[in-house]
């Protein structure tokens, strides 16, 4: 962000870069290797941002009082617009929502005397302010909320009597009785089965927030009705809630979307399809870095790296019961020589046919095998974003196939490779469950309780804080999720770790034990990513588009003055090439600030400019684009530095030649 000034000559360019670059007031002398964490963040001035906001999970009353703010939104709905009809309002990650459906009304012409037909409303604004002052008339009135248990018959005749159709379709869901209602007094009620607090005063009307308005269909289903959803925020207090406004201005700014295309990374064609990422070359440079790093890591930690086929036969998948369970996820299958052929939804099954192509031993265990690859799933084009949700993308899948004894230190190794890996790109702070066994399982109570038992001492070995979703884990075993926190303090789900009883069963996996008997295997499902997409997108907006130095596509840029310097710039960068560095020779026309602006701009990390000066010397004036200027190095010493620095993950941080800036 140093503008420079001075002349075009040999003596003048130098000065200039001295100016721009010495802007610190202190310029220390002798060179140092500071050494900072592995990764840093973009930053904001206002510290409001980085509050940590409290969540569902670790705010029990933060989630009853989302919970309570959506009904009193329903009940403000349903005393402004008589003709509406409420479906489901659940709390999410920030607020809460409410799925309202508007029917057709009629209503007598007053010129003509003649019933005619009104559209559904649409909701605007200026109905969400409407809206908002009816919530703050009912919190104020401190209605009690009151808790019922009545039984299936009793609800259903009390929704026919309210004519509230899509409140049958919930009722005919739940599956568990007595069936509970939630009533805000005598006002109001709906089927619920809680939390809540204990009366509308407790909500704080200034800490609640009405966003937006979007279109979803019932179920999900686009053949059935198109409801309006409104969206709002509700936090403790107005501190928090100015706290995540803030957030939620920051992460514009580093929405991935628009970085990505203003920093040239990746694109999604429409032309092409929706949700298919095209990656640019500086987003392949990145990805190629974060690929190089993760493959380096699993197989220094034991791993084999494996590649399977993009697509398979049918029978393979109704095999692993993907098929029956997830055949609205997958694409429709092709013919093939009068086969069905199915594009791949996940890697698993792959895996699972290699390891049956040869009997194993228990001493073969575990074995490891990872691999990045490229999956499809069929994703309704209205749910596509980004890179967050997309058809095609590519998972960081591992499968550890393993002895039930051995699978504590399996999950211990497998977390330790996830902290050594997301440590690497900055992150460091973990939101972590354990989910156990759901009432619909496969597999012996025995296997479950080993299973559960190792994961939850694998985390007391890590010395890991987490909680415990009681029957949330898969039909087929337990699980522990874990979540990152970025710089501006969202958190995302990444990494994954599943114990698997139902794949070995179905592809009828064995190995000899000790004892000569055909045991099966326990298999660990596993992704540190999550999918590569996935996570350079949460990557981008981490950082700001302001990539550590070890991942920027380009690490350094030559900044020539005069084209007489430019084969002295090519000569650079061939030297950088050797070492791994990307360096990049700017080859436009514009003056010397202009270049700056576009480095600044494309967020490189170091420049340098280059002058007759220079030149003669041997050497580059350094600006590090988050420390500032860096002084003077000579070539081979700078090149070694910025080598050793992308290597460790480290920023460049040693200082070069400073001159003393002369007093006036």
Not at 393 to 410: G, K, P, S, V
Not at 646 to 661: L, R, V, Y
Request: glycine content about 6%; charged content about 30%.
């Amino acid at each position: 962000q140093a503008a420079f000034t001075g002349g075009q000559g040999q003596v003048g360019v130098s000065k200039a870069a001295q100016l721009a670059f010495a802007r610190a007031a202190n310029v220390r002398k002798s060179q140092t290797f500071s050494r900072l964490r592995p990764f840093s963040v973009a930053t904001t001035e206002n510290t409001e941002v980085a509050i940590e906001l409290p969540t569902n999970e670790n705010d029990e009353e933060l989630l009853k009082l989302r919970h309570t703010s959506a009904h009193v939104m329903a009940m403000a709905v349903q005393q402004v617009f008589k003709e509406a009809q409420v479906t489901i309002g659940p709390w999410i990650d920030n607020g809460f929502y409410y799925d309202f459906y508007f029917p057709e009304t009629t209503a007598i012409n007053e010129e003509t005397g003649e019933e005619e037909t009104i559209p559904p409303r649409k909701l605007t604004d200026a109905d969400l302010k409407q809206i908002k002052k009816a919530m703050d008339k009912i919190i104020s009135k401190d209605y009690p909320i009151v808790r019922e248990e009545v039984s299936r018959e009793e609800a259903r005749q009390r929704i026919l009597e309210i004519g509230e159709p899509f409140k049958l379709e919930i009722l005919d869901s739940i599956k568990t009785e007595p069936i509970t209602l939630y009533h805000i007094a005598d006002q109001w009620w709906d089927l619920c089965a809680g939390p809540h607090v204990e009366s509308t005063g407790k909500l704080p009307k200034k800490a609640i927030q009405l966003q937006s308005v979007a279109g979803a269909y019932w179920r999900g289903d686009e053949k059935r009705e198109m409801l309006q959803r409104i969206y709002a925020t509700a936090w403790n207090n107005p501190v928090e809630l100015k706290a995540y406004k803030k957030r939620v201005e920051e992460a514009k700014k580093r929405d991935h979307r628009l970085l990505g295309k203003k920093l040239d990374l990746f694109s999604i064609q429409e032309d092409a399809g929706g949700g298919l990422v095209f990656w640019h070359p500086k987003g392949s440079t990145i990805r190629r870095n974060i690929e190089d790093f993760w493959k380096a890591a699993h197989i220094e930690n034991g791993y084999d790296l494996v590649y399977t086929p993009h697509i398979a036969n049918l029978d393979l998948w109704k095999t692993s019961g993907h098929f029956d369970f997830y055949k609205d996820g997958m694409f429709d299958q092709m013919e093939v020589e009068g086969e069905e052929y199915q594009i791949k939804p996940m890697n698993c099954p792959f895996h699972c046919v290699m390891y049956k192509d040869e009997l194993r031993s228990y001493r073969d265990l575990p074995l490891r095998w990872g691999e990045l690859g490229t999956v499809y799933r069929y994703e309704r084009s209205g749910t596509l974003h980004g890179l967050m949700r997309v058809r095609g993308f590519t998972q960081d899948d591992a499968h550890i196939f393993c002895l039930t004894e051995q699978l504590q230190d399996e999950i211990v190794s497998v977390l330790d490779l996830t902290e050594q890996i997301l440590s690497r790109f900055g992150f460091d702070k973990y939101e972590i469950m354990l989910s156990t066994r759901p009432e619909k399982s496969v597999g012996s109570d025995q296997i479950w309780d080993e299973a559960t038992t190792a994961l939850e001492k694998a985390l007391k070995r890590k010395g890991w804080e987490y909680s415990i979703d009681e029957g949330g884990g898969a039909f087929y075993g337990p699980k522990i999720d874990l979540k990152i926190r970025d710089a501006i303090g969202r958190t995302w789900q990444c990494s994954t770790v599943q114990c698997d009883f139902n794949l070995p069963d179905r592809f009828e996996l064995e190995y000899v034990s000790a004892e000569g008997k055909r045991e099966r295997p326990i298999m660990v499902h596993r992704a540190i990513f999550g999918s590569v997409e996935r996570f350079f997108g949460i990557l981008v907006e981490n950082c700001a588009g302001d990539f550590p130095l070890w991942l920027a596509p380009t690490q350094l840029r030559l900044l020539p003055v005069t084209d007489a310097v430019m084969d002295f710039c090519y000569d650079v960068q061939a030297q950088a090439k050797k070492l791994g560095i990307r360096c990049e020779v700017d080859r436009g026309s514009e003056r010397l600030a202009k270049q700056i602006r576009n480095a600044e701009q494309q967020r490189v990390p170091l420049m340098a400019v280059v002058g007759m000066k220079e030149m003669e010397e041997g050497s580059l004036a350094v600006r590090s684009r988050k420390l500032g200027d860096l002084g003077s190095f000579a070539i081979g010493d700078l090149l070694s530095e910025l080598s050793r620095c992308a290597d460790a993950a480290e920023e460049m941080t040693m200082m070069g030649k400073t001159e003393e800036k002369e007093e006036s």
